[in-house]
Structure formats: structure tokens, C-alpha cells
């Protein structure tokens, strides 16, 4: 048995006045995802526990069997593994964006432009990254370059008291609201505050806003943790398991569930991302002996926080025919029987551009299986009418692998 998850990233939606009061996947034209609801069975997943921040983070945790309640000490734990960086028991990590704020002279009066900097190129976030290493680092604390605008910082020795603001919750806010609070909040916003006056000058900014490009004109730290614990995949579900992602923090979690991460060229968790390299991968992954693999679609969540709704739209159609059509069309083609997930890990509603915690459509499709309910859709309404409800999300991959 082949065990595929396809996973679309903040898909996800609440009714929104450009889609006639639709959600997106209601609005969307997805016969693929609609034909795995048909076939298969149908229903809602709670992938936030109560407590906990709505994010890629728990929500990936709860849909890969990881509770995020016993598991969850924060995202950039995972992105750190991604990285090759080993923490240590005294280290807090935090992802570090490069972010585009607008040009007041007070930090505190700026507002978030643009939380990824245009999508700034990860060759100009090293040469940034780097100048803010040399300037802005020490014994204590330490920058890497990550992918685009996802970066990470280390500090050694640092509190655990810290409220930090994702930056893709306040776009086209003010900052002041947001700024780090915690028992050593004033060295977090030092940092930040001298980062803008140190990238403002950087010769990448420069060529950045001839080209009419957002400059990466700020750090913006957050999503603080320390290193996590996770049982391996194979110890719990006994499967040979690969993840397939465009960002760090999904290979991270996968590299603490012994998962291995598999690299595509021209993967970039946008909706200009390599889908063909990735359908690719996850064929020739399972040719290679892989019993399972987890493969992540970032774009429509980018998306959402761009409030871009037709790029939204464009996205989930694009997953729907040249990722899950076409693996669905591959996998039938073997000799393996074979199973998929089709999930979302939470909403990222269009109307708000951030995420949310209500339960999100599921469908499970088993080659082994004849199943028919005629009329479904993958959508939140139709999975919800199904009255099949994961509570717990975490229990959702026990379901799909055992049945039980």
C-alpha cells in the first residue's frame, strides 16, 4: 500500500463577496478534489487545538499524527532542522523575515508593507543576512539565511517569556500594536530597529527600488521555540515516509518525524512553484521504496496573505488538475494499491489575510475501496454536512493509515 498526502496550504476559506459569497474551494472549479470527496468519505478535521496559535506549524504537526499539545514548543525549531542548524537545550530559535516597512522616521509609527519583501530572491537575502550578521551579531546571537525571505536566529541563553508577532498577520497595519513584548522585549526591538537603519542604506535595497521592487528594509522577528521531541514516523505507523515541500519549516518537521526531505528544483511556495517537479518526485519517491509521502502546496496560502484572490483560485485549480488529477490518474496506472489525504491545514480566509482555527475539509480515497456519494464537493460546507468530524486533527493520520 502507497500512502500519498496532499496537502494544500491554507486553501480554506470563509464566504467572500468576489466569489458570490463562496469560499474559495466552493468557487473553484476542482472536479479532482470532488471526485476523491464522491469516492471516498468526506468530513472536518480540528487541526488547532485550543491554546495554541492557528499556524502552518500545528497544523502540519496535527495532520502528520503529532498532537500539538504533548509536541509543539514552536516553528522555528523546525525550520532550524531544515537549515542544518543543530540547537542546543540552551538555544531559542526565531524566524527572522525580511520584510518591507514604510519609511517613517520612528520605527514605531511604520506600517507592514509587505511581510516577504516582494518574495525577495534568497541570493539578495544572503548577501542581507549576511550584513546583518556582521553588524548585529555576537557570542549570543546568530543569523542564517534561509529561503527567500524566511530566516532564522539563534540566541544562546535567551528567555522563554516572548509575544511575538507573525508579520503576515498585520499587513497594512501599524506596527506599534505588534511590536516584541516579553521579559527582554527591548533587545528583540533593538534589533529590529537597527536592522532598518542598517538594509535602508544596503546596496540590494537600492537596485531593489530602482526596479520598482519592495525593499527588504527591516528584520521582523518571531515564532520563538525551542528544540522539540518527536517519536519517528516508521516507530508509529511502521512506513518509509518523504516529505515534499518548497519551505523549511514542513522539511523540518518531517526531518524530526525521520522523514526524508526531498529537495525540487524550482520550488518556491508561490504559484509560479515547479508542480511537475513535484508530481515527479513523489512518483519516483514511491518507485524508490517510499510507503508514504507528505507532499505540502504553500501558494494558496501566500496568497491569502496577499489577498490575492483570483491568484487563490488559480492556485487550487492548478493543484486540483496537475497535482491531484494527475497522481491520482499515475497511482491508478500501477501495480500498488493506494490511498490519499486531501487536507488543508487551516484557513487563511481572504477577508482577513491570516489564519484561523475552525475545523477544515478532509477527504480520504482508498484504490481498495467502492465508495459513491453522489453530489459532494471538497468544500467546507459539503465535508461539514458529511457530519464526520475529527475533533482531535492529530487523529486523522491514524484513520488513514490503520482505518481505525
Given at each position: 500500500?502507497?500512502?500519498?498526502?496532499?496537502?494544500?496550504?491554507?486553501?480554506?476559506?470563509?464566504?467572500?463577496?468576489?466569489?458570490?459569497?463562496?469560499?474559495?474551494?466552493?468557487?473553484?472549479?476542482?472536479?479532482?478534489?470532488?471526485s476523491?470527496?464522491v469516492?471516498?468519505?468526506?468530513?472536518?478535521?480540528?487541526?488547532?487545538?485550543?491554546?495554541?496559535?492557528?499556524?502552518?506549524?500545528?497544523?502540519?504537526?496535527?495532520?502528520?499524527?503529532?498532537d500539538?499539545?504533548?509536541?509543539y514548543?514552536?516553528?522555528?525549531?523546525?525550520e532550524?532542522?531544515?537549515?542544518?542548524?543543530?540547537?542546543?537545550?540552551?538555544?531559542?530559535?526565531?524566524?527572522?523575515?525580511?520584510?518591507?516597512?514604510?519609511?517613517?522616521?520612528?520605527?514605531a509609527?511604520?506600517?507592514?508593507?509587505?511581510?516577504?519583501?516582494?518574495?525577495?530572491?534568497?541570493?539578495?537575502?544572503?548577501?542581507?543576512?549576511?550584513?546583518i550578521?556582521?553588524?548585529?551579531?555576537?557570542?549570543?546571537?546568530?543569523?542564517?539565511?534561509?529561503?527567500?525571505?524566511?530566516?532564522?536566529?539563534?540566541?544562546?541563553?535567551?528567555?522563554?517569556?516572548?509575544?511575538?508577532?507573525?508579520?503576515h498577520?498585520?499587513?497594512?497595519?501599524?506596527?506599534?500594536?505588534?511590536?516584541?513584548?516579553?521579559?527582554?522585549?527591548?533587545?528583540?526591538?533593538?534589533?529590529?530597529?537597527?536592522?532598518?537603519?542598517?538594509?535602508?542604506?544596503?546596496?540590494?535595497?537600492?537596485?531593489?527600488?530602482?526596479?520598482?521592487?519592495?525593499?527588504?528594509?527591516?528584520?521582523?522577528?518571531?515564532?520563538?521555540?525551542?528544540?522539540?521531541?518527536?517519536?519517528?514516523?516508521?516507530?508509529?505507523?511502521?512506513?518509509?515516509?518523504a516529505?515534499?515541500?518548497?519551505?523549511?519549516?514542513?522539511?523540518?518537521?518531517?526531518?524530526?518525524?525521520g522523514?526524508?526531505?526531498i529537495?525540487?528544483?524550482?520550488?518556491?511556495?508561490?504559484?509560479?512553484?515547479?508542480?511537475?517537479?513535484?508530481?515527479?518526485?513523489?512518483?519516483?519517491?514511491?518507485?524508490?521504496?517510499?510507503?508514504?509521502?507528505?507532499?505540502?502546496?504553500?501558494?494558496?496560502?501566500?496568497?491569502?496573505?496577499?489577498?490575492?484572490?483570483?491568484?487563490?483560485?488559480?492556485?487550487?485549480?492548478?493543484?486540483?488538475?496537475?497535482?491531484?488529477?494527475?497522481?491520482?490518474?499515475?497511482?491508478?496506472?500501477?501495480d500498488?494499491d493506494?490511498?490519499?489525504?486531501?487536507?488543508?491545514?487551516?484557513?487563511?480566509?481572504?477577508?482577513l489575510?491570516?489564519?484561523?482555527?475552525?475545523?477544515?475539509?478532509?477527504?480520504?480515497?482508498?484504490?481498495?475501496?467502492?465508495?459513491?456519494?453522489?453530489?459532494?464537493?471538497?468544500d467546507?460546507?459539503s465535508?461539514?454536512?458529511?457530519?464526520?468530524?475529527?475533533?482531535?486533527?492529530?487523529?486523522?493520520?491514524d484513520?488513514?493509515?490503520?482505518?481505525?
Open positions: 500500500m502507497k500512502y500519498l498526502v496532499i496537502l494544500g496550504d491554507g486553501m480554506a476559506d470563509y464566504p467572500f463577496e468576489q466569489f458570490n459569497q463562496q469560499t474559495a474551494l466552493q468557487y473553484a472549479r476542482t472536479p479532482n478534489f470532488d476523491l470527496a469516492e471516498g468519505e468526506l468530513g472536518l478535521a480540528g487541526t488547532v487545538p485550543d491554546g495554541l496559535p492557528p499556524g502552518s506549524d500545528t497544523a502540519n504537526l496535527s495532520i502528520l499524527g503529532y500539538p499539545l504533548k509536541y514548543t514552536g516553528r522555528s525549531p523546525f532550524a532542522a531544515s537549515m542544518g542548524i543543530e540547537l542546543r537545550p540552551e538555544d531559542v530559535s526565531f524566524r527572522c523575515n525580511l520584510v518591507t516597512l514604510s519609511d517613517e522616521t520612528k520605527y509609527d511604520k506600517t507592514m508593507v509587505d511581510y516577504c519583501a516582494g518574495e525577495i530572491s534568497t541570493v539578495e537575502a544572503e548577501e542581507l543576512i549576511a550584513a550578521s556582521r553588524e548585529l551579531g555576537s557570542a549570543e546571537i546568530s543569523f542564517h539565511t534561509g529561503f527567500q525571505f524566511r530566516n532564522l536566529m539563534v540566541w544562546q541563553g535567551a528567555p522563554d517569556n516572548w509575544q511575538l508577532t507573525p508579520p498577520d498585520i499587513s497594512g497595519q501599524k506596527i506599534v500594536s505588534h511590536l516584541p513584548a516579553g521579559s527582554e522585549s527591548s533587545k528583540i526591538l533593538e534589533l529590529m530597529e537597527r536592522s532598518s537603519q542598517l538594509l535602508s542604506e544596503h546596496p540590494v535595497n537600492k537596485k531593489r527600488l530602482e526596479k520598482g521592487l519592495h525593499p527588504a528594509n527591516s528584520i521582523w522577528i518571531w515564532g520563538n521555540g525551542r528544540k522539540p521531541q518527536l517519536p519517528l514516523f516508521h516507530d508509529k505507523y511502521g512506513l518509509n515516509g516529505v515534499i515541500s518548497a519551505v523549511d519549516l514542513i522539511k523540518g518537521i518531517g526531518l524530526f518525524a522523514m526524508e526531505p529537495l525540487v528544483e524550482g520550488a518556491t511556495g508561490y504559484i509560479d512553484t515547479n508542480l511537475t517537479g513535484k508530481v515527479n518526485a513523489v512518483l519516483k519517491a514511491f518507485r524508490n521504496g517510499k510507503d508514504f509521502v507528505y507532499l505540502h502546496i504553500e501558494a494558496p496560502d501566500e496568497c491569502s496573505h496577499r489577498f490575492e484572490a483570483e491568484n487563490k483560485i488559480k492556485a487550487i485549480e492548478m493543484i486540483d488538475k496537475q497535482v491531484a488529477g494527475f497522481l491520482r490518474q499515475e497511482l491508478a496506472k500501477s500498488w493506494f490511498s490519499i489525504l486531501l487536507a488543508t491545514d487551516h484557513a487563511t480566509p481572504l477577508s489575510g491570516t489564519h484561523t482555527r475552525e475545523p477544515v475539509p478532509f477527504a480520504i480515497f482508498r484504490s481498495s475501496e467502492s465508495r459513491r456519494s453522489p453530489g459532494r464537493k471538497f467546507e460546507k465535508a461539514a454536512e458529511t457530519g464526520l468530524l475529527f475533533a482531535e486533527g492529530w487523529r486523522i493520520m484513520y488513514f493509515i490503520t482505518g481505525k
